[in-house]
């Protein structure tokens, strides 16, 4: 078998890994299972399948928490180092791109401040970062339930730095990780008994904590300014 052959046959496991993810727990769990553990089954055969994965997801619009619970049911617990890398590396595709366009944006606008909705909202995004500081900032918004994507490209939108985006995002998605790792590892037993993927109770307590976080540096930036003004 030739090399081009066997990256597209990664390449398709890779899909298949997360389309069966999605539907363990769903429709036929007993058929979706046997074929994950048939990937399993070779440890590098995975790895590279969900590294493919990772590569294609940002234009599926999948959710990265989709790797974890892949890297949870190949490795076990000690894929955690693994998932983390593979969700950080995830998100660098879309940064770059809405940096680009953030570049690309400045540039048309030249001298008009305020020139646009998509400028002002640039400009409101990189005083926050600012005054929350950008590692802080990242971590924060990863830790809400928000889409991954999104607060990607709302990061590069505010300015980021690719040093603190990184930084950040292996922060705030940790938490995520360790659940998605924790339903990788249970897949087989939480199939069996119908269970729910996510616990609400973490989202919530997550949620709570980025809130916390980031409630300081969100007044200080768009409440206690006008306040001040009004005084």
């Not at 090399?3 to 389309?19: I, Q």
């Not at 005083?127 to 999104?150: C, I, K, Q």
Request: charged residues 15%; positive net charge; contains cysteine.
């Amino acid at each position: 078998m030739n090399r081009r052959s066997t990256v597209g046959r990664y390449a398709l496991a890779g899909v298949v890994v997360a389309a069966l993810a999605a539907v363990a727990v769903a429709a036929s769990p007993e058929a979706a299972l046997s074929r994950l553990r048939w990937l399993a089954d070779d440890p590098v055969r995975f790895g590279v399948a969900v590294v493919a994965l990772a590569a294609v997801r940002p234009l599926l619009a999948w959710p990265t928490t989709l790797l974890a619970v892949a890297a949870g049911f190949g490795y076990g617990w000690a894929g955690i180092p693994f998932a983390l890398a593979v969700v950080v590396a995830t998100s660098l595709p879309p940064y770059a791109l809405a940096r680009a366009g953030r570049l690309r944006l400045r540039d048309s606008a030249g001298d008009r401040e305020g020139s646009g909705l998509a400028d002002r909202f640039c400009r409101a995004g990189e005083r926050f970062a600012a005054e929350s500081g950008s590692v802080r900032a990242v971590t924060g918004t990863r830790l809400l339930p928000l889409p991954s994507d999104a607060v990607t490209v709302g990061a590069a939108a505010a300015g980021v730095e690719a040093r603190p985006f990184l930084i950040g995002t292996a922060l705030g998605e940790l938490p995520w990780v360790l659940c998605g790792v924790a339903v990788g590892v249970s897949l087989d037993r939480l199939a069996a008994a119908g269970g729910s993927l996510v616990d609400p109770t973490a989202i919530l307590g997550m949620a709570a904590v980025g809130a916390l976080v980031l409630a300081g540096p969100l007044y200080r930036t768009f409440v206690a300014p006008d306040a001040a003004a009004s005084a």
